[in-house]
């Protein structure tokens, strides 16, 4: 199993331009999510889904958005990249259900807004 | 949103000593995690702990849950090398996970 994959590793964007991060995971898991982690800052959620079809926003939405048509993938969107949202930007997922259950990480996209 | 303080920030030891870091919290929580992160790299779940004055130990890692579930401990014994990496914790429900800030470990040969 891959696990989670994020795609691409490294993205330069001047401010105005829009992108699509990539998240795909391989484990069926119902749970995903996305993070952004910057220095001094630690991990803040910026969107999740508990399922294909359901999104909900986390701590820090604005900017962003999501959809989920599968299990499998959970791309985030920039319409408009800023500076501000130079970050590293994680998604994780994990297993749906009640009950306490990891949450598995890709490696992460590293994002630049010039 | 439930805030997780860490402390310390930074900590730089030399191979074979002992450490321990914190993270302390108001709330109550009905778990914490703690993951470790390595350069360029996601975090990775090592222990979930659930019960007040829970203990729990992978290898010479030791992870206790406080009595009041409001904060927990990491303690590393004879650390290594390898032990090296970002020690985050993280609580809250189970769609909306927080993190601290997280808890930064050398261990220099």
């Known amino acids: 199993n891959a696990g989670v994959t994020q795609t691409p590793k490294f993205q330069v964007l001047k401010t105005g331009q829009s992108m699509t991060l990539q998240c795909a995971q391989d484990m069926n898991h119902e749970y995903m999510s996305w993070y952004r982690q910057d220095p001094g800052m630690g991990l803040r959620l910026i969107h999740y889904s508990v399922g294909a079809g359901i999104t909900d926003q986390g701590e820090v939405p604005n900017g962003y958005n999501v959809s989920r048509s599968t299990t499998e993938d959970f791309p985030l969107r920039l319409l408009s990249a800023a500076p501000s949202q130079t970050s590293v930007y994680f998604c994780?997922?994990?297993?749906?259900?009640?009950?306490?259950?990891?949450?598995?990480f890709g490696n992460g996209t590293r994002l630049t807004v010039t | 949103t439930q805030l997780l303080e860490q402390s310390p920030q930074f900590l730089s030891i030399q191979e074979g000593e002992n450490l321990t870091v914190y993270c302390n919290s108001s709330s109550v929580f009905s778990s914490l995690q703690w993951y470790r992160q390595e350069p360029g790299e996601g975090p990775v779940l090592l222990v979930t702990?659930?019960?007040?004055?829970e203990v729990k130990k992978l290898k010479r890692l030791t992870f206790q849950f406080g009595d009041a579930r409001k904060d927990s401990s990491l303690h590393i014994t004879a650390a290594q090398p390898g032990d090296t990496g970002l020690y985050l914790c993280?609580?809250?429900?189970?769609?909306?996970?927080?993190f601290g800030k997280g808890n930064q470990v050398v261990v220099i040969p």
């Open positions: 702990v659930v019960t007040g004055g």
């Open positions: 993280a609580g809250g429900s189970d769609n909306r996970l927080a």
């Open positions: 994780a997922s994990r297993r749906g259900g009640q009950g306490v259950s990891p949450l598995h």
